[in-house]
Protein backbone atom coordinates (compact mmCIF):
# COMPACT_ATOMS: atom_id res chain seq x y z
CA UNK A 1 0.00 0.00 0.00
CA UNK A 2 1.23 3.47 -0.98
CA UNK A 3 0.06 6.60 0.62
CA UNK A 4 -0.67 10.09 -0.48
CA UNK A 5 1.75 11.18 2.71
CA UNK A 6 4.52 9.27 1.30
CA UNK A 7 3.94 6.05 4.01
CA UNK A 8 4.58 2.39 2.26
CA UNK A 9 3.10 -0.34 3.84
CA UNK A 10 4.03 -4.26 3.16
CA UNK A 11 1.43 -6.67 3.25
CA UNK A 12 2.55 -10.51 3.96
CA UNK A 13 -0.70 -12.03 2.01
CA UNK A 14 -0.04 -14.53 -0.66
CA UNK A 15 -2.82 -14.86 -3.36
CA UNK A 16 -3.25 -18.15 -6.03
CA UNK A 17 -4.15 -15.57 -8.97
CA UNK A 18 -3.10 -11.41 -9.56
CA UNK A 19 -6.96 -10.94 -10.08
CA UNK A 20 -7.49 -12.04 -6.33
CA UNK A 21 -3.89 -9.64 -5.33
CA UNK A 22 -6.22 -7.11 -7.10
CA UNK A 23 -9.41 -6.82 -5.76
CA UNK A 24 -7.50 -7.75 -2.17
CA UNK A 25 -5.57 -4.24 -2.89
CA UNK A 26 -8.79 -2.29 -4.36
CA UNK A 27 -10.78 -3.08 -1.06
CA UNK A 28 -7.91 -2.47 1.36
CA UNK A 29 -7.85 1.33 -0.59
CA UNK A 30 -11.60 1.47 -0.56
CA UNK A 31 -11.26 0.78 3.35
CA UNK A 32 -8.83 3.09 3.91
CA UNK A 33 -10.63 6.18 2.06
CA UNK A 34 -14.34 5.30 3.86
CA UNK A 35 -12.29 4.84 7.04
CA UNK A 36 -11.23 8.65 6.64
CA UNK A 37 -14.75 9.53 5.95
CA UNK A 38 -16.33 7.87 9.17
CA UNK A 39 -13.57 9.66 10.92
CA UNK A 40 -14.33 13.49 9.49
CA UNK A 41 -18.08 12.55 10.18
CA UNK A 42 -17.60 11.72 13.88
CA UNK A 43 -15.91 14.86 14.33
CA UNK A 44 -14.56 16.99 11.52
CA UNK A 45 -12.65 19.53 13.52
CA UNK A 46 -10.30 16.83 14.81
CA UNK A 47 -10.21 14.63 11.77
CA UNK A 48 -10.70 16.91 8.39
CA UNK A 49 -11.86 15.07 4.98
CA UNK A 50 -8.60 15.55 2.48
CA UNK A 51 -9.62 14.37 -1.12
CA UNK A 52 -5.76 14.00 -1.82
CA UNK A 53 -5.54 11.60 0.86
CA UNK A 54 -5.59 8.85 -0.87
CA UNK A 55 -4.01 5.07 -0.82
CA UNK A 56 -2.62 3.11 -3.76
CA UNK A 57 -1.13 -0.40 -4.11
CA UNK A 58 0.96 -2.30 -6.36
CA UNK A 59 0.74 -5.93 -7.10
CA UNK A 60 3.98 -7.88 -7.00
CA UNK A 61 4.78 -11.22 -8.30
CA UNK A 62 6.51 -13.79 -5.40
CA UNK A 63 8.80 -17.02 -7.01
CA UNK A 64 8.15 -19.48 -4.40
Known sequence: MKYSDGTVEEDDEVFDTEGEANE?????????QTGGEVLNLSNPGDYPLDPDDTADFDVIEVDD
Request: a neutral charge.
Open 24 to 32: YGLTQASNY
